[in-house]
């Protein structure tokens, strides 16, 4: 089941927050987070597990509610660098399960 | 250290004709999954590669198959090509068992005309 995201594309201004979420039908294991550039490859930015905890690195974090089966990403103070198609990939059924479900992505564009 | 390597970079190919996709993996990791990415869509699953054995895969039919080498480079081969094969094929590589953080290759955008 392809996990939904929301919204499907944004535009900020340089400096201005965003959120981008990742809503699953089905129990989540874990959520992976990736943004991709056009014509580049899917570039790794955290993933979580199960248990509701929040992460982040620089000006980028996520947290996953466990129990809503979503996972946020928050992107603050945003730079021209961030600008890209977001995913989120899911795992469902944790140990055992290989394969990640992606969602169709949200589209950032950070403008000066 | 090298990263997760996808040749070739761009394929040309017409209908019924079979083409094979490579993929080195990110230095000390042993595991290897292929996706298809359409235009404007997320990767899409195709199946896993540990041990040389495929461990599980999408919903994909058996056009689609795959190798993986004591190396732990692997390939995709699709036979029989239809229009609706053109993507982008990312290959992604991780280490062990589940879904471990994957990183991804480049990918070999494939055109079937």
């Known amino acids: 089941q392809q996990p939904v995201q929301s919204p499907q594309a944004v535009i900020l201004r340089e400096g201005e927050d965003a959120v981008i979420n990742c809503s699953s039908s089905k129990a989540l294991y874990s959520v992976h987070w990736y943004r991709q550039k056009h014509g580049e490859a899917p570039v790794f930015l955290m993933i979580?597990?199960?248990?509701?905890e929040q992460k982040g690195h620089d000006k980028i974090s996520a947290s996953f509610n466990e129990k809503k089966q979503q996972s946020s990403l928050y992107l603050t103070a945003s730079q021209l660098s961030y600008s890209g198609t977001y995913f989120c990939?899911?795992?469902?059924?944790?140990?055992?399960?290989?394969?990640?479900?992606f969602g169709k992505g949200t589209k950032l564009s950070v403008i000066p | 250290d090298a990263g997760v390597t996808q040749s070739p970079t761009h394929l040309i190919k017409t209908r019924g004709q079979q083409v094979t996709l490579r993929c080195s993996p990110k230095s000390g990791h042993d595991t290897v999954s292929w996706y298809q990415q359409a235009l404007g869509q997320g990767p899409q699953f195709i199946f896993q590669?540990?041990?040389?054995?495929?461990?599980q895969r999408g919903n994909f039919p058996d056009r689609f198959s795959g190798h993986q080498f004591p190396n732990y480079s692997s390939e995709l081969n699709v036979n029989a090509l239809l229009l609706g094969d053109s993507a982008l094929y990312l290959c992604a590589s991780s280490l062990g068992q589940g879904t471990d953080t994957q990183y991804f290759g480049p990918g070999t955008r494939l055109t079937v005309l």
């Open positions: 590669y540990y041990e040389e054995e495929e461990r």
């Open positions: 990939g899911t795992d469902l059924s944790g140990a055992g399960s290989y394969q990640l479900t």
């Open positions: 979580l597990l199960k248990g509701g």
